[in-house]
């Protein structure tokens, strides 16, 4: 059904890929985060909630989306094709392909943790699931959400008794909106970096609630960053624009701060583990709420996830790719960052090295 080509995954039957490398005349695309969305494609196919935010990241390639509903079938060229929620972000997706009897799925990044900025992730019963596997290490596993928020509101809330502003670092597509909904809008300004603010504007536009947020650079032109907290892309760390806050206290969320060593590396005050991905157990649940015979697995620690399912007799592989996961849309934030979030993804080719 599926083959890697240099260009990426390939459906020869359908003559499409899925999340392409490089530009190609037919995509299906998971979700729009720069390690899944390739500028330059012909033609896209993406869920409907995704499609804003998708059109955004592609500029003037966006007229060639096409957007359909979870769940809704598509034939293309013999080959039926439906998304269904991957709870990773808004609109994410998990591409199902049937053919002659087969039933392949491509899980794109998910998780199984409840979001209210985006559809919750559906099991999707197959023969193959490809699966990302960015933590598949059995050191992740993520603490409950209601403790993770109850952490960031208190270290909020203490900085802005002292006066000072905390950043929050997170990629702004996505991430940064999961930030904004959890956070107590009742302890301060809650403001935006550009890239982030505009991001934020898309999900608003789609229906996902979240509260009131003001750009940082008028906050910062009126004065009013009094006990604010800054939700911005990592890359603004140590950048001139983030001097202009004054005295500033720095945190990161990821599912990176799970380790020992991440924060200091990233040069920040405090660490959130809070992630867009499954932990261990959880994708190791869902690999089995598939029901799959065939699992190949990429995007992250490959080699355990397959050695573990191997071990328990399904059939198993690791999946080449370019990409590492979770890290590698920080070089599209990074690019967003200029002016304030000004520039647009088009103007960053995203195909290519790792930025790990």
């Known amino acids: ?33 720069g390690d899944h969305l390739t500028w330059g494609c012909d033609a896209y196919l993406v869920s409907h909630d995704g499609e804003g935010v998708t059109r955004e990241r592609l500029g003037r ?22 998304l269904h929620p991957a709870g990773h972000i808004l609109g994410s997706a998990q591409v199902r392909l ?13 998780k199984t943790d409840p979001d209210p900025t985006c559809a919750p992730w ?4 197959c023969h193959t699931f490809i699966t990302e596997s960015t933590f598949g290490l059995p050191i992740y596993r993520w603490p409950s959400q209601r403790q993770v928020f109850d952490e960031l509101n208190r270290w909020w809330a203490a900085n802005a008794a002292e006066g000072r502003v905390s950043l929050l ?53 009126t004065r009013a960053t009094a006990g604010a907290i800054v939700i911005a892309p990592p890359s603004v760390t140590g950048s001139t624009w983030l001097r202009r806050f004054g005295e500033v206290r720095t945190a990161f969320a990821s599912g990176w701060m799970r380790v020992r060593g991440e924060r200091r590396r990233r040069a920040v005050d405090a660490g959130f583990t809070l992630s867009d991905h499954v932990d261990w157990p959880q994708l190791l649940a869902a690999i089995d709420a598939t029901g799959a015979e065939r699992v190949w697995v990429t995007h992250g620690f490959t080699g355990p996830v397959v050695q573990w399912l191997t071990e328990r007799g399904l059939e198993a592989r ?9 890290r590698d849309d920080a070089a599209v934030d990074a690019a967003a960052d200029d002016n304030d979030g000004a520039t647009t993804v088009t103007e960053v080719p995203v195909v290519g090295e790792s930025t790990s």
């Open 169 to 221: 670092c997170a990629y702004a597509l996505g991430k940064a909106q999961r930030l904004l909904a959890g956070l107590d809008p009742a302890i301060g300004p809650m403001l935006t970096h550009g890239a982030v603010e505009r991001m934020t504007a898309l999900y608003r536009h789609g229906g996902v609630a979240l509260p009131l947020t003001v750009h940082a650079t008028d906050a910062l032109r």
């Open 1 to 33: 059904m599926l083959r890697t080509t240099d260009r990426g995954l390939y459906c020869e039957a359908g003559d499409f890929f899925i999340d392409p490398w490089a530009p190609v005349p037919r995509a299906v695309v998971t979700h729009a985060h």
């Open 318 to 326: 690791v999946m080449a790719t370019r990409w590492e996961g979770e």
């Open 98 to 110: 049937e053919h002659r009897g087969e039933v392949w799925v491509v899980s794109g990044d998910y």
């Open 61 to 82: 390639w966006g007229s060639g989306v096409e957007s359909v509903a979870y769940g809704e079938t598509r034939l293309v060229n013999g080959v039926t094709v439906s």
């Open 122 to 125: 559906e099991p999707v019963r």
